[in-house]
């Protein structure tokens, strides 16, 4: 087996923040491990700013941190992790998506992206990966910071669930079969 791959969710720690647009990388984290692995459940590892859980081929990390600040906690995954850059998959929204879409990209800037410019800095470069998760509601014309600290409808959580599930087989089945 190759270097482990480490899938870093974004989002806002605690109940208030937990079904909101803006951590729908923390949710996809929930729902890849629903999904791959049900044995082991969520480490804090407070001393470095972290929670994880170790799944076959890959380990899932949430900041215990706020989205603004997930640079510490990204250095702190790297340094600890012994991987480069390279080896960090992103995970977060992305107001300039629509929802029910996602793009991957890598070696990207953040597009404006606090969570994501926090990693940049921290880390000193943007090469690590990304999955950015669309969460722009169709006809939403308000600015991003308007709409993404509230929480998720029914509906739209049904949408982003298609939407983790493509990803899951696109980018995450093919690499666990391989192991």
Request: charged share 30%.
């Amino acid at each position: 087996m190759g270097k482990q791959k480490i899938v870093f969710g974004l989002g806002n720690p605690g109940k208030e923040y937990a079904k909101t647009y803006h951590s729908v990388g923390r949710i996809f984290l929930d729902f890849l491990k629903k999904k791959i692995d049900q044995g082991n459940d969520w480490q804090a590892s407070k001393k470095e700013g972290f929670e994880f859980v170790k799944t076959p081929g890959m380990i899932l990390v949430k900041s215990l941190g706020f989205m603004n600040d997930s640079g510490v906690a990204a250095a702190s995954i790297v340094k600890h992790s012994r991987i480069t850059a390279k080896d960090l998959i992103v995970v977060h929204d992305d107001s300039d998506i629509s929802l029910g879409s996602y793009k991957f990209s890598v070696d990207r800037g953040s597009a404006g992206h606090k969570g994501v410019q926090s990693i940049i800095d921290c880390l000193k470069t943007p090469a690590f990966s990304r999955i950015r998760i669309g969460v722009r509601p169709t006809n939403q014309k308000k600015q991003a910071g308007d709409f993404v600290l509230n929480q998720i409808s029914k509906r739209d959580a049904e949408i982003l669930d298609k939407v983790f599930l493509k990803i899951l087989t696109r980018h995450f089945e093919a690499d666990n079969k391989s192991d």
